[in-house]
């Protein structure tokens, strides 16, 4: 059966607060209940999170029922300014969200260090079971609020993979991404040094200007390829991007086990790159589209997907990722029961 999908254009996106009520989504929220509003409050120099001023209406109306909002996210694996909550808070802090402007606090979600977890069972094909970071699974229910870009491993990344890679702890999003180190085509090299300085894990060095791996320090962030301008990291796209969509679903049916959640995708500053890299230069390559909410995280992003292509005239994600399935996340998750590829856009 087709799910409700809410679709705000962005040159509306000052009546989020009306749209979201007039949605009805966040029905599921009960007084007294503690509910996640999940971000990625963005990394260092990179201008493509959600502006934090959104984040208020959608805490006035989960406070409108007596519960409790927090801000969240969990801890990077590569060593940059998200990697403990220490410095995730300041990164926060300094992206603008802060209590004045979203009216409610940040509790990181996996600790100090990034190791308080919860092994949650899941019996899938990839994962018996996955490791989320403690205070997602304390919460009584989700707001996921997401970027909808596009995403060097998975094609696109919205509200699956906010929910999957977002809310694995660290040793979740390292099992999540570890057999997605990149191969190495040394010939293209030209010793630049680029890559070397953006790979916080120390994995890469230059011996006589060509760069060499240790891939028993790599974790597989993509921080070397999005940083070389040369062509030489690569992946086994077809068996990386499949394994790692396929994970990050399975991460999302255990965050959602037994628990409600709402989504909303923003669809602006639609950039190649995701929001974990410190690249300013990660610019927007279309205009931008709207706010699409709904009770189905499938749906809602399906028909972001859906939205972008149509307003690019294109396909604008197998332009920048033609050898990318990103279907995979989307029909892998309705397999699973998170919801349905099929959707009903209503236009507020
Ligand atoms: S960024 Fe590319 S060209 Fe420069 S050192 Fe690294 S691999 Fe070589
Ligand atoms: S080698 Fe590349 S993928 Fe591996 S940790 Fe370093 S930057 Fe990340």
């Known amino acids: 059966m087709p799910s409700k999908v809410y679709f705000l254009p962005w040159n509306r996106c000052n009546e989020l607060y009306n749209y979201l009520k007039a949605s009805r989504i966040f029905g599921h929220i009960k007084a007294r209940n503690f509910i996640a509003i999940k971000v990625h409050f963005g990394e260092e120099n990179n201008k493509g999170h959600i502006d934090p001023k959104y984040v208020l209406p959608v805490v006035e109306i989960i406070r409108e029922k007596t519960a409790y909002p927090f801000l969240t996210d969990a801890s990077t694996i590569y060593v940059g300014k998200r ?56 919460a009584d229910g989700f707001i996921f609020m997401s970027h909808f870009k596009g995403h060097e491993l998975t094609g696109f990344g919205g509200a699956l993979k906010n929910i999957g890679m977002g809310c694995g702890s660290k040793a979740g999003k390292y099992a999540m991404h570890h057999s997605c180190k990149p191969t190495l085509d040394q010939k293209h090299c030209i010793g630049c040094d680029n890559c070397v ?19 028993k320090k790599c974790v597989g962030c993509g921080q070397c390829i999005v940083n070389c301008a040369f062509k ?16 990050i679903v399975e991460y999302a049916a255990g965050v959602l086990k037994d628990k409600k959640g709402s989504y909303v995708n923003f669809l602006n500053h639609i950039s190649k790159y995701c929001d974990c890299f410190s690249v300013p230069k990660n610019n927007p390559l279309m205009e931008d589209v709207g706010i699409v909410a709904g009770a189905d995280p499938v749906a809602v992003d399906q028909a972001s997907y859906d939205l972008i292509n149509k307003a690019y005239g294109k396909n604008f994600f197998k332009e920048i990722y033609p ?26």
């Open 83 to 138: 990697a403990d909550a220490y410095h995730h808070q300041i990164i926060a802090h300094k992206h603008g969200f802060t209590i004045d402007v979203c009216g409610c606090p940040i509790i990181i979600a996996d600790g100090l260090r990034g190791d308080v977890q919860v092994q949650v069972e899941v019996n899938l094909k990839h994962f018996k079971t996955v490791a989320i970071a403690q205070e997602i699974c304390s």
């Open 197 to 215: 300085k953006h790979c916080y894990q120390k994995a890469l060095t230059l011996i006589e200007k060509k760069v060499v791996m240790d891939k």
């Open 232 to 247: 030489v990291f690569g992946l086994k796209w077809n068996e990386d991007s499949v394994g790692v969509q396929e994970k």
């Open 323 to 348: 050898q990318i399935n990103p279907i995979v996340q989307l029909q892998y998750a309705q397999d699973l029961g998170l919801g349905s590829r099929e959707y009903t856009l209503v236009n507020y």
